[in-house]
């Protein structure tokens, strides 16, 4: 199978993007996890497809794939790269793009300077919508982490997140709770997990241990999820600026109800040809 593909990033939180509107690709999970590899493979956090609306109110329909093979619902990040691979291949002259994931529609605004901002959608934080196991819905919830009790925050942008107040995110151990936490019998879909420093009420810094993929340089949900549980603590404003490791994202909510609002840059890295058949 010869696929045309494109390296793209969102802050350093890479894609393999594949248009599959032009050409025919059937992936297993083998495959993916193939192409994921950073020393066998291209190398990605997460694959993402382009495919043809399966309803015909959206433009397009996106599906996202962890480097563990796993399908996922939701990906920030990879919603502004995928608007600017769809505009840079001219599968569409929209700047207004509607798209459907497999937790719903997102709004896609790309600016002329190749900054996109999505409409993430309005934010879940009901335990069974996440889901985690808890007997009722809270700000913080205790959850024990390696002899440790500590709170945490869970929300659901479509995708699962838990997120952790630290002091400093350097020093925080994002690796080691990381993976204990992803992986947490109360979070039975697994989790991504975010440790958020608060700044002050416009700033704050973020690094995050991701479902499927560990830690990434970005990550565009986690953002959401990480400023949605600072305003529900309020701690934040409405607007707030974070600053992830491979740079910073505007994120704006107004509060229970109301969609999340992302801003950031895109990257295109190279295009490639993938020949599967000599993997085998
Ligand atoms: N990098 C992403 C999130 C990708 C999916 C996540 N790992 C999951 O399993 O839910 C982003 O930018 O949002």
């Not at 901002?117 to 934080?125: A, Q, S």
Request: hydrophobic share 40%.
């Amino acid at each position: 199978m010869r696929l045309e593909f494109t390296k793209m990033h969102g802050l350093g939180n890479d894609f393999v993007v594949i248009d599959c509107i032009s050409q025919r690709a059937r992936l297993d999970t083998h495959q993916i996890k193939q192409i994921a590899d950073r020393h066998f493979g291209v190398g990605f956090d997460q694959l993402l497809l382009v495919e043809a609306p399966t309803r015909p109110d959206v433009d397009f329909r996106y599906r996202i794939f962890n480097a563990d093979g796993s399908e996922v619902q939701q990906c920030g990040n990879g919603a502004r790269c995928f608007a600017r691979f769809v505009r840079d291949r001219k599968l569409s002259r929209k700047t207004k793009l509607i798209v459907e994931t497999a937790s719903g529609i997102i709004e896609l605004n790309i600016a002329p300077n190749g900054w996109v901002r999505v409409n993430m959608g309005v934010p879940r934080l009901e335990p069974n919508d996440i889901p985690f196991i808890a007997s009722a819905r809270a700000l913080t919830y205790p959850l024990d982490v390696s002899d440790h009790i500590i709170e945490i925050s869970a929300v659901s942008m479509g995708n699962p997140h838990a997120v952790i107040l630290v002091d400093n995110v350097n020093t925080a151990p994002v690796r080691e709770w990381g993976r204990i936490i992803e992986n947490h019998p109360r979070f039975p879909e697994r989790v991504n997990v975010g440790f958020l420093e608060i700044i002050d009420r416009q700033r704050a810094k973020l690094r995050v241990f991701e479902r499927g993929s560990g830690e990434t340089l970005a990550c565009g949900t986690g953002t959401c999820a990480a400023v949605v549980a600072g305003i529900q603590q309020g701690l934040l404003d409405e607007r707030v600026r974070v600053q992830l490791r491979g740079g910073e994202l505007d994120i704006r909510w107004q509060g229970e109800g109301h969609p999340v609002w992302m801003t950031g840059p895109t990257a295109r890295v190279f295009d490639g040809v993938l020949r599967l058949y000599e993997w085998q």
